[in-house]
């Protein structure tokens, strides 16, 4: 059985659905993961904001252009009366679900709720264009299988028998439609894996049914070396290990949710990316075949903050790391990049949310320095760190731009430096037209 994910773009009229549709009747048994049509989590995002401020008018406008919006799709999707009318009662029914919020308190889980609508819609579209069209394929509610825990992990064991048990149902099925990016976690109320968390979804549910193989399905032609946001002329890499696409991933390749590696790694699934729009190219192939040596691809991720502790007391004294990341283990925040001198720690964190706690608790061990506005460039290859001259090309690249931190040995795959965001476009460009000349 195959799992196949179509993000935003591949979802984001009733022509590209009517493709998705092509695509996935090939008589294959196979999962599809849908995202949101593409705009909608944002709208979403910004209809809860509106919630936030007390601005019940700002959100009700919002929530009637989504419904306009979707009334269009409607019409560009289906062709009877029958099958507008059951679509339109659908979206009013989870506009209905957005407006309910009005009137209450509003809190993290009225935002989840209001966030899970986008994919409960899009799904909920596509199979009734199967349904129009007797194509047969089946509905999934993912919350009836994908569980987190409570700290947002995926609980693998339950994912699996809860999929198995729904699957069971329906022997004679080749077709499974079902939501990416939502789940239920240990409450049992609605949940989210994050934004663009729907690349997430595929691979668990990859990983649970064991697949042959998990494909991304996007709007363009695979993994790039560089971010083609920002830097001309990038192009499509055929091949990356699973380390090294989730090292890019991880800082930040916005192609893949950083997550998506791991569950296909642990089982070894392939995992193909793919063009929704020119399905004939070849794509990425992400497995456990580590091929090429030299610099493959570069990533940035930004919003990064960055932390120093001072302190004389490190000198030759054992457990002094272990207290500073204690620190961060309390408040459940990750640190990303960690280079240390002999009387001084720098590191980055992305998850702010408890920043004040942990510098006020920092400081009990030293002097503290804050930098916010960083952003990792991280360059990707197989051996980087173990070839001769890879460091001395990456930092000859940056020698314009002021480097504030540099990782480099942690893993054979990365070369990862943090800047100043503001030159984050200015090193892209010049890595780019250093190590790819
Ligand atoms: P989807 O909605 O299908 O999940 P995303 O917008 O999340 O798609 O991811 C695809 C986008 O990622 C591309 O359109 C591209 O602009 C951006 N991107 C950033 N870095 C890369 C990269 N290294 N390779 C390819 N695409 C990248
Ligand atoms: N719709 C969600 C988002 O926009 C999840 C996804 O698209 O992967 O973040
Ligand atoms: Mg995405």
């Known amino acids: 059985m195959k799992v196949l994910k179509f993000g935003g773009t591949s979802v984001g009229s009733p022509e590209r659905m009517k493709n998705v549709s092509k695509l996935i009747t090939d008589g294959n048994k196979q999962i599809v993961v849908l995202s949101a049509m593409s705009g909608t989590t944002n709208n979403l995002v910004e209809i809860s904001d509106y919630y936030k401020k007390g601005n019940a008018d700002g959100a009700s406008n919002l929530i009637g252009a989504l419904e306009k919006k979707y009334a269009g799709v409607i019409e560009g999707l289906l062709e009877t009366d029958t099958y507008r009318k059951k679509a339109t009662e659908i979206i009013a029914r989870e506009c209905d679900v957005i407006r309910s919020f009005a009137n209450k308190q509003f809190n993290v889980q009225a935002e989840k709720m209001i966030l899970a609508r986008g994919e409960i819609m899009s799904t909920?579209?596509?199979?009734?264009?199967?349904?129009?069209?007797?194509?047969?394929?089946?509905?999934?509610?993912?919350?009836?299988?994908?569980?987190v825990d409570a700290d947002g992990e995926p609980v693998m064991q339950l994912i699996e028998e809860q999929l198995q048990k729904v699957l069971s149902k329906y022997p004679d099925t080749t077709l499974f439609i079902t939501q990416g990016f939502i789940c239920t976690n240990n409450k049992s109320e609605v949940d989210n894996l994050k934004r663009g968390g729907s690349d997430y979804s595929a691979s668990l549910i990859g990983a649970a049914i064991n697949a042959e193989v998990v494909e991304i399905w996007t709007d363009i032609d695979g993994i790039h070396n560089n971010d083609p946001r920002i830097v001309k002329n990038t192009h499509p890499i055929a091949e990356m290990s699973f380390d090294e696409a989730a090292e890019l991933a991880y800082f930040g390749a916005k192609i893949l949710h950083p997550s998506t590696v791991l569950p296909a790694k642990v089982k070894n699934i392939p995992v193909l990316l793919k063009n929704t729009m020119e399905p004939q190219a070849k794509g990425t192939t992400i497995s456990n075949r580590t091929t090429g040596t030299g610099v493959k691809a570069i990533a940035a991720k930004d919003g990064l903050t960055a932390i120093k502790i001072k302190s004389g007391r490190m000198l030759l004294a054992y457990g002094f790391l272990c207290r500073v990341f204690e620190v961060f283990e309390k408040y459940k925040t990750p640190i990303d990049l960690i280079t240390t001198s002999e009387v001084a720690i720098s590191l980055t964190i992305d998850k702010i949310d408890y920043l004040a706690q942990i510098v006020d608790e920092l400081k009990t061990l030293g002097t503290v320095e804050v930098d916010k506005d960083q952003t990792i460039i991280c360059i990707v290859g197989n051996m980087i760190a173990e070839e001769q001259g890879h460091a001395a090309e990456v930092l000859n690249s940056l020698k314009e731009i002021p480097v504030r931190m540099i990782c480099y040995g942690g893993s054979e795959h990365n070369i990862s430096v943090l800047i100043d965001t503001k030159n984050k476009e200015k090193a892209l460009v010049a890595l780019n037209d250093n190590l790819f000349a």
């Open 124 to 147: 909920n579209l596509v199979q009734l264009y199967h349904d129009e069209n007797n194509i047969q394929s089946v509905l999934l509610n993912s919350l009836d299988f994908m569980f």
